[in-house]
């Protein structure tokens, strides 16, 4: 039976998360024969590969286990892709799970779909408790195309599944021996896609709260440079790719940019100005000069949109910045981020 959806799962050393990550995979038998879950273990030194094959055993029909040496994320995805024969693919980090009953209803309607992009809602979790929700309110029980996507749409590799065969035609690969390419999965891709379904219930829980993860505060702070490293490697993505070929997709992919720029200038102008040089950010600032389309950009982006700051653009005309600006700024978004808290908190409760 051919395959409709494959999952990729990079493991590294996930002993003590992989087993949960796999059981939220267990659907009903019809729709375990559609479903391929590729769990990539990169060289893991703990009990990751044995967890992971006890589960190929068993369900042979759909989990396959591929072990190779470390090469990190982005070599798993690629290898991942090499190894995919579902219509459909999408990832699954392995400290992450999937709603099993939203899933096995989503495998069996995106089994009749024939679309470029599949988007689904997904919950932010902590210790299994709800503290984000994703949800995206688009037309759905619909084909829609691409063109109505909303370009400023928070748009996380949680949400997103492509029709495999628009990656492979591409030659898709992602950035090898990093972190943070998950930024790389929703922005070249989307070049390509002309149509996309959505499916309105929950099927990613995305777990933070983990020590060590990458969006860990010391852990962003010591390894921003691969942040930055990305960013460049998403901006001769589009000069080269984008830009000559008059891409109908570029608004959205503008504000990818835009995203991933705001990350990096906000991380030493604002949220770790005590702990990252600005030297460092006005390297960062000279290099992206050398793509003048997107360094235009820089001056657009806001602070927050009911405080549409250009503090970017505030930086480049004192260059040195304001100190006092920026910690108003810092401060601000901490309340923000506490008002935020403490709504999704009230929600969950309601």
């Not at 096995?104 to 779909?113: F, L, Q």
């Not at 990096?264 to 290099?287: A, C, G, H």
């Amino acid at each position: 039976m051919n395959k409709i959806l494959s999952i990729i799962i990079p493991t590294y050393n996930m002993e003590k998360y992989l087993r949960k990550c796999l059981d939220s995979l267990i659907v009903s038998d019809e729709n375990m024969q559609l479903l391929e879950v590729l769990v990539i273990n990169d060289g893991s030194k703990d009990s990751s590969s044995l967890i992971a094959h006890e589960y190929e055993e068993k369900y042979p029909q759909t989990f396959r286990v591929v072990d190779k040496e470390n090469g990190h994320y982005g070599s798993c995805i690629n290898r991942g892709l090499k190894e995919a024969t579902g219509k459909y693919v999408r990832i699954l980090d392995s400290d992450d799970s999937y709603d099993t009953k939203n899933l096995s209803a989503y495998i069996t309607k995106i089994a009749n779909i024939n679309v470029d992009l599949i988007m689904s809602d997904f919950d932010v979790v902590n210790n299994d408790t709800v503290v984000k929700k994703y949800r995206y309110n688009l037309p759905h029980e619909i084909l829609t195309d691409f063109s109505e996507m909303p370009p400023t749409i928070p748009m996380w590799m949680h949400a997103v599944a492509y029709r495999t065969e628009i990656l492979k035609t591409m030659n898709y690969r992602q950035t090898e021996g990093i972190s943070y390419t998950d930024q790389e999965w929703i922005f070249l891709p989307m070049s390509k896609v002309k149509s996309f379904w959505y499916f309105p219930h929950v099927v990613y829980k995305y777990s933070t709260g983990r020590e060590g993860q990458t969006i860990d505060k010391e852990v962003f702070v010591k390894n921003i440079g691969q942040e930055v490293k990305g960013l460049f490697v998403m901006a001769e993505e589009y000069m080269q790719q984008i830009i000559p070929y008059s891409n109908p997709n570029i608004k959205y992919l503008q504000e990818r940019l835009k995203y991933r720029m705001k990350a990096i200038y906000m991380s030493y102008l604002v949220r770790y100005s005590d702990k990252l040089p600005v030297s460092e950010l006005q390297s960062v600032d000279t290099n992206l000069k050398e793509y003048p389309e997107i360094y235009k950009m820089t001056d657009e982006m806001i602070f927050h949109p009911k405080f549409p700051v250009r503090y970017v653009e505030f930086w480049h005309k004192r260059y040195i910045g304001n100190k006092l600006l920026f910690l108003i700024l810092r401060y601000l978004e901490q309340f923000i981020e506490f008002k935020e808290r403490i709504k999704a908190q009230k929600n969950e409760k309601q």
